[in-house]
C-alpha cells in the first residue's frame, strides 16, 4: 500500500502542514488526517488576529486548531509571537496616538507573550518565537522595526524570556526566510551565536523554506543546516513550499509567460526539487526536527497572487484536487 508522508517519515520527523479554521473541514480536513503529523496555526496565532485590541485577545480561530489536533493526535507549532508583520499599531501607540516607550512596549509584550503561550501551554511543543528578524540585504543583523526602534536589540532576548517562562517545555525557535544567502546565514548566524553565548532559551532555527524550482541548490542548504546545527540548535523547515516560479522580488505584475497551468516540465522539475530537499532532510535525522508544508494543496497557497498579482502557484505536493502530484511520489519513496 501507498505509504503516507507521516509514515514514510516517522522515524525521521513530524510533518506538519499550516491551516487556517476552513481547512478542518471537507477535503482538506481529510488530507490532513490521512497524511500529516503537526499543524501550525497559518494566521491565527499572529499578534494582530489573536491579539486585536489592548485588552481583548480573539481565541476562537486558534482555538478550533488546536482542538482539531487534540481530537487528531497531531503536535502543534505555534506561529508566531513576534513579528513586525501583522502586528495591530495600537501596540506601539498609546490613547492619543503618541509612540509609546520601551518600558511600555516590553511589557506589553511580555503580557501578549505571556498569555498567549500560557494559554496552550503544554498543548503546543513548539513556538517561533521571533520571526525575520533580520533583513534581506545589507550588512546590519537587526531589522529596522517599531520593536528595535522602541526597545533595542534586546527585543529579541526579552522575547524568548517571556516564552520560556510561560512554557518551560517548549522548545523555542527563530525563524526566518532566504536563510541559504550567503549573507543573511552569516548575519542570521551571527545573532543566533549572541542569544546562544548569553544563554537565552533558544532552542532551534526555523527555515521557512519558501523555495522554488530553481532554488536552493543542495549546497547552500546543508551549509545552512550544519552551520546552525554548529551552535548546538535543532533546525526545522517550517513553511515549506516550492514555487514553479523563479523568486523575481522586484516584479508585481502578471507576465504572459506566467502559466495558468501546471505544464509537464514544471511537475517534473518540481518532484526533482522536492526529491533533492527531503533526500537532505533525511541525511540530517536527529538535527532536522520537523518539516511543515505552508498549506494543505494546490487549491488554495499563500502563493496565488504573491507576489505577482493575478498568477496562480502550485507549490505543494497535492494538485488542486487534493490528489497526490509527482513530487508527492519521489517524497515518499527512498
Ligand atoms: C502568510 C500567510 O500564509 C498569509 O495568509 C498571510 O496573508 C500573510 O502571511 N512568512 C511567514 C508566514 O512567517 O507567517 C507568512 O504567512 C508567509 C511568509
Not at 508522508?5 to 516517522?10: G, M, R
Request: net charge neutral; proline share 5%.
Amino acid at each position: 500500500a501507498q505509504k503516507s508522508l507521516k509514515e514514510a517519515y516517522a522515524a525521521y520527523f513530524p510533518v506538519g502542514v499550516a491551516v487556517a479554521p476552513r481547512n478542518l473541514a471537507g477535503a482538506d480536513a481529510e488530507l490532513i488526517r490521512a497524511q500529516f503529523s503537526s499543524l501550525t496555526p497559518e494566521n491565527a496565532m499572529k499578534m494582530g488576529p489573536i491579539h486585536p485590541a489592548p485588552d481583548r485577545y480573539f481565541w476562537q480561530d486558534a482555538d478550533q486548531i488546536v482542538g482539531f489536533a487534540e481530537q487528531n493526535g497531531l503536535k502543534v507549532r505555534g506561529h508566531t509571537l513576534c513579528w513586525h508583520n501583522q502586528t495591530p499599531s495600537w501596540f506601539f501607540t498609546d490613547g492619543e496616538g503618541k509612540q509609546v516607550t520601551r518600558e511600555v512596549l516590553l511589557d506589553r509584550l511580555k503580557e501578549h507573550i505571556q498569555t498567549v503561550v500560557g494559554r496552550y501551554k503544554g498543548k503546543l511543543y513548539a513556538w517561533d518565537v521571533v520571526n525575520e528578524a533580520v533583513p534581506d540585504g545589507g550588512t546590519d543583523i537587526y531589522r529596522r522595526s517599531k520593536f528595535l526602534e522602541i526597545i533595542g536589540e534586546d527585543y529579541i532576548e526579552k522575547a524568548f524570556e517571556f516564552a520560556h517562562a510561560a512554557d518551560p517545555n517548549a522548545r523555542l525557535f527563530y525563524n526566518d526566510y532566504n536563510t541559504e544567502s550567503d549573507s543573511k546565514r552569516e548575519r542570521i548566524f551571527q545573532l543566533l551565536k549572541k542569544l546562544k553565548d548569553k544563554k537565552i532559551p533558544v532552542h532551534g532555527v526555523g527555515l521557512q523554506g519558501h523555495w522554488s524550482i530553481y532554488e536552493p541548490t543542495a549546497a547552500a542548504l546543508e551549509e545552512s543546516i550544519r552551520k546552525f546545527a554548529g551552535l548546538g540548535l535543532e533546525v526545522q523547515i517550517t513553511e515549506l513550499d516550492v514555487s514553479v516560479y523563479p523568486k523575481e522580488h522586484a516584479r508585481r505584475e502578471r507576465q504572459p509567460s506566467d502559466s495558468d497551468v501546471l505544464t509537464k516540465e514544471m511537475e517534473a522539475r518540481q518532484a526533482e526539487k522536492y526529491q533533492m530537499l527531503f533526500d537532505i532532510f533525511r541525511k540530517y535525522k536527529g538535527t532536522l526536527t520537523g518539516v511543515t508544508f505552508w498549506n494543505v494543496s494546490d487549491k488554495t497557497t499563500w502563493l496565488d497572487n504573491f507576489p505577482v498579482r493575478g498568477r496562480k502557484d502550485y507549490p505543494l505536493l497535492f494538485d488542486q484536487n487534493s490528489s497526490p502530484k509527482e513530487a508527492f511520489y519521489k517524497v515518499v519513496t527512498f
